[in-house]
């Protein structure tokens, strides 16, 4: 019933810029954490980016003051824009849902969408 959709992502030269967007469908029964998460070649995923349901973010050290992750709580969407990017940020980017009610823990992720920095 529920599925997330990312989309935006493509090939951008070093110090460039992109913004991912993430679509929600259907209607998660709790409130939920928005979040992006990253994983390339050779390299297990990492957190970069977190929305809380109280809109509180959090960022991975390695992206902090570069990446800003926003959210739409009506219309279910979220961005991830990135500024000045590196080619270490060159991975698949996936968007999830994180609930965590209950002593509960279950998540929604979307399928990805690569991004690729380089020259």
């Known amino acids: 019933q529920v599925q997330v959709v990312e989309s935006g992502g493509g090939l951008v030269q070093p110090g460039g810029s992109l913004r991912l967007s993430c679509a929600v469908t259907?209607?998660?029964?709790?409130?939920?954490?928005m979040a992006w998460s990253r994983q390339a070649p050779g390299k297990q995923r990492e957190l970069v980016a977190r929305?809380?349901?109280?809109?509180?973010?959090n960022y991975a050290d390695s992206v902090k003051g570069r990446f800003t992750i926003d959210r739409d709580f009506a219309k279910k969407t979220g961005i991830l824009q990135m500024n000045n990017l590196k080619p270490e940020d060159t991975a698949v980017y996936y968007c999830h849902l994180d609930i965590n009610v209950l002593g509960t823990h279950h998540s929604y992720w979307g399928q990805g969408t690569q991004v690729t920095v380089s020259s």
């Open positions: 259907g209607s998660p029964s709790s409130n939920y954490d």
């Open positions: 929305i809380t349901r109280r809109n509180t973010t």
